[in-house]
Structure formats: C-alpha cells, structure tokens
C-alpha cells in the first residue's frame, strides 16, 4: 500500500510517517500544492497511491476515484473534539492593522492556490485576490509565516493547526475563519472493500498517544456533507 501526504511538511512528516508506519504503507509526499485539483496531476486514477491525505477542495475534484476515511481530530480546543480546523490570520505583532480590512492593498502571502485555508478561505472574506497590492506564493505555510515576520508580506491565513505547533511571539492573531471541516484522509475507490475497512478500522485505533505530539487527539468517521 502508498501513501501520499500533499500536506507535509505544514503539517510534520512525522505524523504522516507514524501513519504510515501503522499502516504497514510506503510513505511519499508532494510539496508543491496543497492537493489536486482540476487539470493536476494526480496520483489516485492510475493506481500510484493508495491513501491521501489532501486539502478539502481536492475531495471536490476526486470524488468518485476516492473515497473518505476517517478524518484526524486536532487537540485545539475550539474543535472542540470534532474534525474540523480554523483559517488563523496573522499580521506582524508591531503592525498597525486591527482588522482584515485594514489590509486592503497591502502584501498577502499564502501557501498555495489549492489551500482551504491560505487561499479559497482569503477568497470568501475579500471577494477577489484584487483587494491587496501584491500576493506572494510562498509554498508551504511555514513559509508564510517567514515571510510575514520577515517583512515580505504583511498577512497570511495559517492552518490552525501548523501555528500551534509553531507559535510565534512576534506574530498576532487578527481574525480567526471557520470552522472547516478538517483536510479529507482518502482511500482509492477501487481498493477491495475489506482492506479499506481494514485500513480505516487502523486509523481509527491510532490515538492521542501517538498523535498528541502532533496537536490531534485521534481519527473519527466523517460524511460526505462535510466536504460537499
């Protein structure tokens, strides 16, 4: 069995490797986006990857070659045990900006244009990438990070669960998006019934003594609403 993480090394690899280790699975990883979208290449319709673990919008796009798992659970409490996560947006800690709207015109980072959170979410709340002067495509949003408290851009929507493993006292919180429903763990469609059962029965065995380091408490079972 493969697996293929498109969320690492936002979120550690490490996780992914303890997953995968579980799993008995072959581990790969894909940096450059967030997941496929329409027109990407992708793994799952010929058979290169058994498992993902993707941002929400891929799910969209391949829905019918995949299928859900048991989705990860994050510690933070205002998930308050459920699936879900938050867009946390951050400026500099000395900056003058109060609100979102203070940020018109002014320099956006983000992760990649196949985010839930450092992107689509920035879409719904500015109604087009046009409200800043600049964007910025830093690649990962640990790099959003560097270059909001480098000086490259003035804001950035952080998975909340990346800034809680990496806290940054130079860093504000000014506006906090969500919930949304938690990046999608998904099996190919055409795996036999009974190892995909096998395979979630495993995820939903991993828990928060395996998982807790990496700010989740364990696996539960998700619907299709929740990404539909």
């Known amino acids: 069995m493969r697996i293929i993480t498109y969320l690492a090394p936002s979120l550690p690899l490490a ?9 008995g699975a072959e581990l790969m990883r894909e940096e450059r986006i967030s997941g496929p979208l329409a027109g990407d290449d992708e793994p799952f319709s010929r058979g ?20 859900l798992l048991p989705s990860l659970v994050p510690l933070d409490p205002r998930a308050a045990g459920k699936p879900v ?5 951050v400026v500099r800690r000395d900056s003058n900006v109060k609100t979102f709207d203070d940020l018109r015109g002014a320099r956006w980072a983000y992760n990649d244009r196949n985010s839930r959170s450092g992107w689509f979410s920035m879409i719904e709340r500015a109604g ?26 003035d804001a950035a929507a952080i998975d909340s669960n ?67």
Not at 85 to 89: L, N, R, T
Not at 134 to 152: C, D, F, K, N, Y
Not at 165 to 180: A, K, M, T, Y
Not at 202 to 218: A, C
């Open 15 to 23: 996780l992914f490797e303890t997953i995968a280790q579980r799993l």
């Open 48 to 67: 290169d990857a058994d498992v993902g673990f993707i941002c929400a919008p891929s799910y969209r796009v391949l829905r019918g070659t995949v299928e």
């Open 85 to 89: 996560y938050f867009a946390d947006v």
């Open 128 to 153: 087009s990438p046009d409200f800043f002067g600049s964007l910025l495509h830093a690649g990962s949003h640990l790099q959003s990070l560097e270059a909001v408290t480098g000086g490259r851009a």
């Open 162 to 228: 990346v800034l809680a493993l990496n806290p940054r006292d130079d860093l504000r919180v000014i506006e906090s998006w969500g919930p949304f429903a938690i990046q999608p763990s998904i099996i190919r469609s055409a795996i036999p019934e009974e190892r995909k059962r096998e395979v979630a029965a495993t995820l939903l065995s991993i828990g928060r003594d395996e998982l807790g380091t990496f700010g989740f408490s364990g696996f539960t079972p998700v619907s299709e609403a929740a990404y539909l």
